[in-house]
Nanobody
Framework: QVQLVESGGGLVQAGDSLRLSCSAS????????IGWFRQAPGMEREFVGG????????YLADSVKGRFTISRDSAKTTVYLQMTSLKPDDTAVYYC????????????????WGQGAQVTVSS
C-alpha cells in the first residue's frame, strides 16, 4: 500500500507561483513513478506531468511546459510540482498518483491517489 498526501494548494492571482507537494509513504514507495493530474469542474481529469522513480526523467503536458516543473527529493518520498506564471485556466483540483509502471498519461493506470489539493487562480 502507498499513501499519498498533497499539500500547498490555495488561492493565488494570475501570474503568481505556487508549489504543490506530494508526500508518499508505504512500502517501496520510492520505486513508484509519480504523476500529477488536475480536474476542473465539469472537465475530465487531465495529465499535468510526471516523474520516474529514479527522478531521471520528467514529463510535462504541453499546456504547462515552460511554466511548471516537477522534482523529487533525494529520499524519493516527496514530489513537488512547482507552478509559475499561473493562469485562471490552471484552476482545478490537483492530484498526485503513484504507479509501479513508468510515468503514464492515463489516469486509470495509476494504482494509488491522493485526496487532491485545490488550486484557484483569480484573474
Amino acid at each position: 500500500q502507498v499513501q499519498l498526501v498533497e499539500s500547498g494548494g490555495g488561492l493565488v492571482q494570475a501570474g503568481d507561483s505556487l508549489r504543490l507537494s506530494c508526500s508518499a509513504s508505504g512500502r517501496t514507495v520510492s520505486s513508484y513513478a509519480i504523476g500529477w493530474f488536475r480536474q476542473a469542474p465539469g472537465m475530465e481529469r487531465e495529465f499535468v506531468g510526471g516523474i520516474t522513480w529514479s527522478a531521471s526523467s520528467t514529463y510535462l503536458a504541453d499546456s504547462v511546459k515552460g511554466r511548471f516543473t516537477i522534482s523529487r527529493d533525494s529520499a524519493k518520498t516527496t514530489v513537488y510540482l512547482q507552478m509559475t506564471s499561473l493562469k485562471p485556466d490552471d484552476t482545478a483540483v490537483y492530484y498526485c498518483a503513484a504507479t509501479y509502471r513508468s510515468v503514464q498519461l492515463v489516469s486509470g493506470l495509476y494504482e494509488y491517489w491522493g485526496q487532491g489539493a485545490q488550486v484557484t487562480v483569480s484573474s
